[in-house]
């Protein structure tokens, strides 16, 4: 049986099977990565269309594939992909309430600085929601990939905690909390069956640009 040739994916680590479609631009991860993620994805909506985990997901691949920061959509995507991954993780905020947090902030934002995390991508990635039976586990297992994630980017913390702490008060201002996060929904044990959803300080002025126009 021939062997089926491989390539790494330069941010994630893992190897998969080598694929000719690109990622998105600015998304520097292995086609092969891009195509996994893509498959997981269409997997969990075929099954059960949006879980709350979903959000956690696409939050925690994104912010394990970060470029370098020369392109204003990586800046972007980097920042309010943790922001997203503190919500839920810290905050427990619902998925809809993070992703009106996402419209406000690139609407009113001048612009994201870049952000850059001390160690690797984490011990989890993609690969770790293959094969889960139900919902209840497939849940478990996004919020470990996703808060593995979390933690390899503990320099831009405190920004994108003040981040949080500054949404408006009609969008429900969170009360993050570190010591014990918040979890998903509680859910009764449904089956995974389709229904009948490098670190730096950043400039005073770039917060400002950042934080000031919420």
Same mark, same amino acid.
């Given at each position: 049986?021939?062997?089926?040739?491989? &390539?790494?994916?330069?941010?994630?680590?893992?190897?998969?099977?080598?694929?000719?479609?690109?990622?998105?631009?600015?998304?520097? !991860? &292995?086609?092969?990565?891009?195509?996994? !993620?893509?498959?997981?994805?269409?997997?969990?909506?075929?099954?059960?269309?949006?879980?709350?985990?979903?959000?956690?997901?696409?939050?925690?691949?994104?912010?394990?594939?970060?470029?370098?920061?020369?392109?204003?959509?990586?800046?972007? &995507?980097?920042?309010?992909? *943790?922001?997203?991954?503190?919500?839920?993780?810290?905050?427990?905020?619902?998925?809809? *309430?993070?992703?009106?947090? +996402?419209?406000? =902030?690139?609407?009113? !934002?001048?612009? +994201?600085?870049?952000?850059?995390?001390? !160690?690797?991508?984490?011990?989890?990635?993609?690969? &770790? *929601?293959?094969?889960?039976?139900? *919902?209840?586990?497939?849940?478990?297992?996004?919020?470990?990939?996703?808060?593995?994630?979390?933690?390899?980017?503990?320099?831009?913390?405190?920004?994108?905690?003040?981040?949080?702490?500054?949404?408006?008060?009609?969008?429900?201002?969170?009360?993050?909390?570190?010591?014990?996060?918040?979890?998903?929904?509680?859910?009764?044990?449904?089956?995974?069956?389709?229904?009948?959803?490098?670190?730096?300080?950043?400039?005073?002025?770039?917060?400002?640009?950042?934080?000031?126009? =919420?």
């Amino acid at each position: 049986m021939p062997q089926i040739a491989t &390539s790494a994916c330069p941010q994630c680590g893992r190897h998969r099977a080598r694929r000719r479609r690109a990622s998105a631009a600015y998304v520097p !991860s &292995s086609p092969g990565c891009w195509m996994t !993620s893509g498959e997981v994805q269409a997997e969990e909506i075929r099954r059960v269309r949006y879980p709350a985990a979903h959000r956690l997901t696409v939050d925690a691949y994104m912010a394990q594939h970060p470029g370098d920061g020369t392109d204003r959509r990586d800046r972007q &995507s980097v920042f309010l992909h *943790l922001l997203g991954l503190c919500a839920v993780l810290e905050c427990g905020l619902p998925p809809d *309430l993070v992703t009106a947090i +996402f419209g406000r =902030l690139r609407r009113r !934002s001048a612009g +994201f600085p870049a952000l850059y995390r001390a !160690s690797g991508p984490g011990e989890l990635t993609v690969t &770790s *929601l293959i094969g889960s039976p139900d *919902l209840i586990d497939y849940e478990r297992r996004a919020r470990r990939w996703a808060a593995a994630v979390w933690r390899t980017w503990t320099e831009p913390h405190a920004l994108i905690r003040q981040t949080l702490s500054r949404v408006p008060e009609r969008l429900e201002r969170p009360r993050c909390h570190t010591a014990r996060p918040a979890g998903l929904s509680a859910r009764g044990a449904t089956r995974f069956t389709a229904p009948a959803p490098r670190a730096q300080h950043q400039p005073a002025h770039t917060l400002r640009s950042t934080l000031g126009r =919420l």
